[in-house]
T-cell receptor
């Protein structure tokens, strides 16, 4: 089974802190994604990556950046956390044929 | 712009009753279509997908969905709901040949009454 591991299940940070969310996959997938999930809004794409050191903006990239130095790891960075970034963050991976995505269990981030 | 609409935010059905969750999309051509399910505290799991061919697709856990091009719909159905089906359900669309970028609907929360 594909395993997509997100480093933390719950995270509490203060406004202005730099926050790192880590995602690791074990299936050698080329594509990795960061989504944000909010009630009533579904999932919205923040950033995605097709390959190592490649990244593309999704629909809501403002306030976020990403890093992909190794194929298996995709990090989401909040340079200066704000309260409106309190949310559930979901990492996903998938092969290039777009057959399906595999999701991690999510990180519930609270910014106080 | 591409979009996905799930008109029902919350649905309650009795165990053993039939279920239909609605999904409408806006897209210039025939997209790839997906239904995902999220159980409490879990990530999303793929239920089924439609890329081409037979417009009635079967998925896991006894779910099926029907693609209707004329209505731009991809509704999810199950003939008899089990208590374990209580979860949040997401419809999503993707570009054919795209590398997996999806647009999700707002989600429908399913509650199952005993």
């Amino acid at each position: 089974d594909v395993k997509v591991t997100q480093s933390s299940r719950y995270l509490v940070k203060r406004t202005g802190e730099k926050v790192f969310l880590e995602c690791v996959q074990d299936m050698d997938h080329e594509n990795m994604f960061w989504y944000r999930q909010d009630p009533g809004l579904g999932l919205r794409l923040i950033y995605f990556s097709y390959d190592v050191k490649m990244k593309e903006k999704g629909d809501i990239p403002e306030g976020y950046s990403v890093s992909r130095e190794k194929k298996e790891r995709f990090s989401l960075i909040l340079e200066s956390a704000s309260t409106n970034q309190t949310s559930m963050y979901l990492c996903a991976t998938g092969p290039t044929n777009n057959e399906k995505l595999f999701f991690g269990s999510g990180t519930q981030l609270s910014v106080l | 712009a591409q979009s996905v609409t799930q008109p029902d935010i919350h649905i309650t059905v009795s165990e053993g009753a039939s279920l239909e969750l609605r999904c409408n999309y806006s897209y210039g051509a025939t997209p790839y279509l997906f239904w995902y399910v999220q159980s409490p505290g879990q990530g999303l799991q793929l239920l089924l997908k439609y890329f081409s061919g037979d417009t009635l697709v079967q998925g896991i856990k006894g779910f099926e969905a029907e693609f209707k091009r004329s209505q731009s719909s991809f509704n999810l159905r199950k003939p008899s709901v089990h208590w374990s089906d209580a979860a949040e359900y997401f419809c999503a669309v993707g570009e054919p040949g795209n590398t997996g970028k999806l647009i999700f609907g707002q989600g429908t929360t399913l509650q199952v009454k005993p």
